[in-house]
């Protein structure tokens, strides 16, 4: 049985992005109005290839189907005028692609919406969760996809056009979407990771790397003449790497390969347009000008590409540390700290009334009694997500089990849905504990750009962004109706010059 089923949509909605329609979206939305043709503002809009597309996304990496405020933050991001959306076929198993599937078609179905209006974005190459059942039972039957690279156990990965074309099909109908504008073969580099660490040499693994590429991209340039995609191309971490490093991704050889393509195909215009890295305060390797004495958004803007920025706000120092980029200093920490408890000790009150309806002594730990003791030891967000991974949430798992076989579904539902609620107030609560480092880089640049002394850190990582791409997008979680709105002050200054060496100071 397909496990993808169920998050196919009833049917597929026609077209696509295109100039005329997202030019009327745009001017008749709330950010066009009150920020653009003001010289005081960022321009919240920019045109590529003659379509007008917002300079933030809604950005859907941990957004789930079962979650109505996820629904009603793509609903109000949608009515506020961002108009360009990032997924992946590995979100939430599939979800992510659903649920804006299912936004999309209400909206466009109550007539506040049309299909051209929007630039949806997905990608493909990761085999995790359903994708790695479905591919561990095709291997059963010696009916396996080419290529797979086995990374490591859970999180396998490929590009072959075998491949893609399942994963195309899949995303198109959870989206229901005759044509996605962008497809991105999805950190490619995965193969890059492995072979470095098999010691495999270093030219070998390179060539075999930008063969499967240009193998790829044959594909994709098919699925574009079927009318199935607007435009391809790359999302890779490893893009604003040094170019000499083993699992670095070459946007200048990238572009060497597409023109192969289109030459080999005798095409007017090759489908290649669009890359995805990550960029933020303290992964600033995309306004290095390390790549033939330039940077990647000059190469990117001089190819006529379209860069999209993600991590915008969750950057990863040097050291390897992980750190949210949010901190206001008109809050008090003690007092967010104080309320976030009390949010907690509701929940886990909530969770032990759950409980009862298992027999007493049948079980050692729950989620309280694993968490509660460590909320002051957590030195950052990844300690805490592997505690999680390896120790709460097996325990939690088996309680879950334990209540459908006692309590019922509905019982098991409910618990489900407290520990979906604690986990965002626990995760907040580990940020806030640990303010000191971000309170030290809003200092640093507060100092360098003191016109932002008034606004939150990340407000200004976001307008900043925006401002280093001038024309380009920053893919922005927006779980939240709250986060939507923050998203729209982040226009509301005018755009600010961008220097490499003035960002070196911010890293940590």
């Given at each position: 049985?397909?496990?993808?089923?169920?998050?196919?949509?009833?049917?597929?909605?026609?077209?696509?992005?295109?100039?005329?329609?997202?030019?009327?979206?745009?001017?008749?939305?709330?950010?066009?109005?009150?920020?653009?043709?003001?010289?005081?503002?960022?321009?919240?809009?920019?045109?590529?290839?003659?379509?007008?597309?917002?300079?933030?996304?809604?950005?859907?990496?941990?957004?789930?189907?079962e979650s109505?405020?996820?629904?009603?933050?793509?609903?109000?991001s949608?009515?506020?005028?961002?108009?360009?959306?990032?997924?992946?076929?590995?979100?939430?198993?599939?979800?992510?692609?659903?649920l804006?599937?299912?936004v999309?078609?209400e909206?466009?179905?109550?007539?506040?919406?049309?299909?051209?209006?929007?630039?949806?974005?997905?990608?493909?190459?990761?085999?995790?969760?359903?994708?790695?059942?479905?591919v561990?039972?095709?291997?059963?039957?010696?009916?396996?996809?080419?290529?797979?690279t086995?990374?490591?156990?859970?999180?396998?990965?490929?590009?072959?056009p075998?491949?893609?074309?399942?994963?195309?099909?899949?995303?198109?109908?959870r989206?229901?979407?005759?044509t996605?504008?962008?497809?991105?073969?999805?950190?490619?580099?995965?193969?890059?990771?492995?072979?470095?660490?098999?010691?495999?040499?270093?030219?070998?693994?390179?060539?075999?790397?930008y063969?499967?590429?240009?193998?790829?991209?044959?594909?994709?340039?098919?699925?574009?003449?079927?009318?199935?995609?607007?435009?391809?191309?790359?999302?890779s971490?490893?893009?604003?790497?040094?170019?000499?490093?083993?699992?670095?991704?070459s946007?200048?050889?990238?572009?060497?390969?597409?023109?192969?393509?289109?030459?080999?195909?005798?095409?007017?215009?090759?489908?290649?347009?669009?890359?995805?890295?990550?960029?933020?305060?303290?992964?600033?390797?995309?306004?290095?000008?390390?790549?033939?004495?330039?940077?990647?958004?000059?190469?990117?803007?001089?190819?006529?590409?379209?860069?999209?920025?993600?991590?915008?706000?969750?950057?990863?120092?040097?050291?390897?540390?992980?750190?949210?980029?949010?901190?206001?200093?008109?809050?008090?920490?003690?007092?967010?700290?104080?309320?976030?408890?009390?949010?907690?000790?509701?929940i886990?009150?909530?969770?032990?009334?759950?409980?009862?309806v298992?027999?007493?002594?049948?079980?050692?730990?729950?989620?309280?009694?694993?968490?509660e003791?460590?909320l002051?030891q957590?030195?950052n967000?990844?300690?805490?997500?592997?505690?999680?991974?390896?120790?709460?949430?097996?325990?939690?798992?088996?309680?879950?089990?334990?209540?459908?076989?006692?309590?019922?579904?509905?019982?098991?539902?409910?618990?489900?849905?407290?520990?979906?609620?604690?986990?965002?107030?626990?995760e907040?609560?580990?940020?806030?504990?640990?303010?000191?480092?971000?309170?030290?880089?809003?200092?640093?640049?507060?100092?360098?750009?003191?016109?932002?002394?008034?606004?939150?850190?990340?407000?200004?990582?976001?307008?900043?962004?925006?401002?280093?791409?001038?024309k380009?997008?920053?893919?922005?979680?927006?779980?939240?109706?709250?986060?939507?709105?923050?998203?729209?002050?982040?226009?509301?200054?005018?755009?600010t010059?961008?220097?490499?060496?003035?960002?070196?100071q911010?890293?940590?």
């Amino acid at each position: 049985m397909n496990p993808f089923q169920k998050l196919y949509q009833k049917n597929k909605l026609k077209g696509a992005s295109d100039s005329k329609t997202t030019k009327e979206y745009s001017e008749n939305s709330f950010l066009f109005k009150k920020y653009s043709g003001k010289s005081e503002f960022l321009n919240p809009y920019f045109s590529f290839r003659g379509r007008i597309l917002s300079k933030i996304a809604f950005g859907s990496y941990r957004v789930g189907l079962e979650s109505t405020e996820h629904e009603k933050s793509i609903e109000l991001s949608l009515s506020m005028g961002f108009n360009v959306i990032d997924t992946s076929s590995n979100y939430g198993n599939g979800e992510s692609e659903s649920l804006i599937g299912k936004v999309l078609q209400e909206k466009i179905h109550k007539g506040e919406l049309k299909r051209e209006n929007v630039f949806i974005i997905t990608k493909a190459g990761y085999i995790q969760g359903k994708n790695l059942e479905i591919v561990t039972e095709l291997e059963k039957q010696n009916r396996e996809f080419p290529e797979i690279t086995y990374y490591s156990e859970g999180c396998y990965h490929c590009i072959h056009p075998f491949f893609l074309e399942d994963q195309l099909e899949y995303s198109l109908k959870r989206l229901g979407l005759e044509t996605v504008d962008v497809f991105l073969l999805h950190n490619p580099e995965y193969f890059l990771m492995d072979r470095e660490k098999h010691n495999v040499p270093k030219e070998k693994a390179v060539k075999q790397y930008y063969e499967r590429i240009k193998n790829s991209f044959r594909f994709l340039e098919q699925k574009r003449k079927e009318g199935k995609i607007l435009y391809y191309g790359i999302s890779s971490n490893t893009f604003p790497e040094d170019p000499e490093k083993y699992t670095a991704t070459s946007l200048i050889k990238i572009l060497k390969i597409a023109k192969e393509i289109q030459n080999e195909l005798g095409l007017e215009e090759s489908g290649f347009a669009v890359v995805q890295f990550p960029g933020n305060f303290l992964e600033n390797g995309f306004l290095d000008p390390k790549f033939e004495g330039k940077n990647l958004v000059s190469i990117v803007h001089e190819n006529d590409l379209l860069p999209l920025i993600n991590r915008p706000l969750n950057a990863i120092s040097n050291s390897g540390n992980i750190y949210r980029l949010s901190y206001n200093p008109k809050k008090e920490n003690q007092d967010v700290l104080k309320l976030l408890k009390e949010r907690l000790d509701t929940i886990y009150k909530k969770e032990e009334e759950l409980l009862t309806v298992l027999p007493q002594g049948s079980y050692k730990y729950t989620f309280r009694t694993v968490t509660e003791p460590y909320l002051n030891q957590f030195q950052n967000q990844d300690h805490l997500n592997q505690f999680l991974e390896k120790t709460a949430i097996p325990i939690v798992q088996q309680l879950i089990a334990q209540i459908e076989k006692v309590g019922g579904v509905k019982v098991q539902t409910e618990y489900i849905e407290t520990l979906n609620e604690a986990l965002p107030v626990l995760e907040q609560y580990v940020f806030q504990k640990n303010t000191e480092s971000r309170k030290s880089l809003y200092s640093k640049i507060i100092k360098l750009y003191p016109k932002y002394r008034e606004w939150n850190l990340s407000s200004i990582a976001l307008h900043l962004l925006c401002s280093s791409l001038e024309k380009g997008v920053v893919l922005l979680g927006m779980r939240k109706e709250e986060y939507v709105k923050d998203a729209t002050f982040s226009f509301a200054a005018s755009e600010t010059e961008i220097q490499y060496q003035d960002w070196k100071q911010f890293e940590v």
